[in-house]
């Protein structure tokens, strides 16, 4: 490592330290779920329950085969596990819909 990227380190090291509220005492940490902890602790909730309720919904989208076809999404998957109705029903129009601008 070359000392400007030791100093990057330090830098980002310290941002950490600051933005976690953690004591520069301590060296060592341990990770935790939930949305508080004791000092030595970093709490931590995750996102993975809404990840995947996200893509089950997603899954179920009806897409215009045209799309399908040309690359711009995958083909629905219908309905998921043992369900008799979708979730949510979303629909989309064959229509071209103009481009935002970049």
């Given at each position: 490592m070359r000392s400007g990227e030791i100093k990057?380190?330090?830098?980002?090291?310290?941002l950490v330290s600051k933005l976690l509220h953690l004591s520069p005492k301590m060296k060592t940490y341990e990770v935790v779920?939930?949305?508080?902890?004791?000092?030595?602790?970093?709490?931590m909730?995750?996102?993975s329950v809404l990840v995947g309720i996200l893509t089950d919904l997603g899954a179920q989208i009806a897409v215009p085969d045209t799309q399908v076809k040309n690359?711009?999404?995958k083909p629905?998957?219908?309905?998921?596990?043992?369900?008799?109705?979708?979730?949510i029903i979303v629909?989309?129009?064959?229509?071209?819909?103009?481009?935002?601008?970049?």
């Amino acid at each position: 490592m070359r000392s400007g990227e030791i100093k990057q380190v330090v830098d980002d090291l310290a941002l950490v330290s600051k933005l976690l509220h953690l004591s520069p005492k301590m060296k060592t940490y341990e990770v935790v779920y939930g949305q508080s902890a004791d000092r030595n602790r970093i709490p931590m909730v995750t996102c993975s329950v809404l990840v995947g309720i996200l893509t089950d919904l997603g899954a179920q989208i009806a897409v215009p085969d045209t799309q399908v076809k040309n690359g711009a999404t995958k083909p629905s998957l219908g309905l998921i596990g043992g369900e008799t109705r979708p979730t949510i029903i979303v629909k989309t129009e064959a229509r071209s819909r103009r481009r935002m601008p970049t």
